[in-house]
Each structure stands twice: as C-alpha cells, then as structure tokens.
C-alpha cells in the first residue's frame, strides 16, 4: 500500500496560480502510475491529470493548457501545478496511486487506481 499525503491547497482568485503535492510512502512496486483527481460539491470525481510507468502525461481537456503534472522521483512527491485557475476549478483534489502498467484509456479513469490521499481544497473565487 502507498499512503499518500497533499498539500498546498487554498483559496485564490480567478486567473491566480496554485501549486499542489502529494508526497507518497510506503512503496511496495518500483513505479506507479499517478494521477490528480478532483470532486467539486455534488459531482462527480473527475481525473484532471496523470502521469504513467513510463513518464507519459494525460491531461483532461478542460485544464489542457493550465494545469502540469510532474514528479520529483528522488522525493517521491508529485506535483500539480495550476495556473489561470476559474471557479470551475474550485474542488477537492486528490492524488492517487496504480501499480499496474494498463491501457493508457484508463489515465483518468478513477476506478483503476488503489492507494488515494485525504485531499485537500482548492477554492477559486471569481
């Protein structure tokens, strides 16, 4: 099991930028696959960025452009970086965590993914 912690979440006005991390421990597996998720009051939870085994990134359409998913390996942290935030943002982010190298479809799909953090809260005010 990986447990996984975020940070830097907060509240921002549109257009400002926010940097999320999730620091992870307790690797049983060489490399996972790692993705960003969000849940906004009332919907859905939704992938918002991933990153693969092989270092391969997916972005969902509405933050292309805006959002970065990176990882610092030596650290076992990964990072969100969100800039030109809008209050459609605003939600709970999570970060997760897959062993398994699977169809690359399945970035964003949240149902693959097994070891997810507790969030934490970015707000976007208009």
């Known amino acids: 099991q990986v447990y996984l912690v975020e940070s830097g979440g907060g509240s921002v006005q549109a257009g400002g930028s926010l940097r999320l991390s999730c620091a992870a421990s307790g690797y049983t597996y060489t490399r996972y696959c790692m993705g960003w998720f969000r849940q906004a009051p009332g919907k859905e939870r939704e992938g918002v960025a991933a990153i693969d085994i092989d270092g391969s990134t997916v972005y969902a359409d509405s933050v292309k452009g805006r959002f970065t998913i990176s990882q610092d390996i030596a650290k076992n942290t990964l990072y969100l970086q969100m800039n030109s935030l809008k209050p459609d943002d605003t939600a709970m982010y999570y970060c997760?965590?897959?062993?398994?190298?699977?169809?690359?479809?399945?970035?964003?799909?949240?149902?693959?993914?097994?070891?997810w953090g507790q969030g934490t809260q970015v707000t976007v005010a208009s």
């Open positions: 997760a965590a897959d062993p398994v190298f699977r169809p690359k479809s399945t970035l964003l799909r949240d149902w693959r993914y097994v070891d």
